[in-house]
């Protein structure tokens, strides 16, 4: 399978502890996408990589996330000090053009 | 990015063409029409984007009015496979601009 993938595919954990995402892109793509989506609702941006620099971060993005793509391949996105409000679907998405994002199936991240 | 408004939900019946509406009334000339679709379980897929004229694909057409104010994803075949929710995006496609910003868009179901 050649497409964008994410690791876990579910996670459960306490409020307060940390937890990291993986996402390996489609291996030509320089580009690198991290969204969040609640239920019931469409994805929103959170940030965005080009090659190994992130260049944009959404306001959704508070200080207890850091997202990281080190050698421009692979990205790790961190929740430190998990609140319920962080349970969504983090969803990961690459691409070469602007146009056309292939995404993940994403993490589901349930904070108890 | 121009706001775009779209049906809560829609069904369809097996082998007919779906017709997708998207209003977008305050679209700017730079700004292109994007259809984006997501099935349970899954990210969102690619479908088509346009800025104008009308675009066909292995996927859809997409059907832009002539003021640009509203458009039309068509479906030719529905099949149950294609229920999902599909997202009508509008946004400026340049090289800086990144974030791909998703509304809640439109529950297609197709019935057998």
């Keep these: ?112 | 990015d121009a706001k775009t408004t779209q049906p809560t939900s829609m069904d369809c019946a097996e082998g007919r063409a779906a017709n997708l509406p998207c209003n977008h009334s305050t679209i700017s000339g730079n700004e292109y029409v994007y259809w984006y679709r997501q099935i349970h379980s899954q990210g969102p897929q690619y479908i088509i984007h346009g800025l104008k004229n009308n675009e066909t694909n292995e996927m859809a057409s997409l059907i832009i009015t002539e003021d640009r104010k509203s458009s039309t994803l068509i479906l030719p075949h529905a099949t149950l496979r294609d229920t999902a929710v599909y997202y009508c995006i509008v946004r400026v496609a340049t090289y800086n601009n990144n974030d791909m910003r998703f509304g809640a868009g439109t529950r297609l179901t197709v019935k057998p």
């Excluded at chain 1, 989506?37 to 190994?52: A, K, R, V």
């Design chain 1, 1 to 112: 399978d050649t497409g964008v993938s994410q690791d876990p595919r579910h996670k459960i954990t306490k409020r307060g502890q940390n937890v990291t995402f993986r996402c390996d892109p489609i291996s030509e793509h320089n580009r690198l996408y991290w969204y969040r989506q609640t239920l019931g609702q469409g994805p929103e941006f959170l940030t965005y990589f080009q090659n190994e620099a992130q260049l944009e971060k959404s306001r959704l993005l508070s200080d207890r996330f850091s997202a990281e793509r080190p050698k421009g391949s692979f990205s790790t996105l961190e929740i430190q000090r998990t609140e319920q409000g962080d349970s969504a679907m983090y969803l990961c998405a690459s691409s070469l053009e602007v146009e056309k994002l292939f995404f993940g199936s994403g993490t589901q991240l349930s904070v108890l």
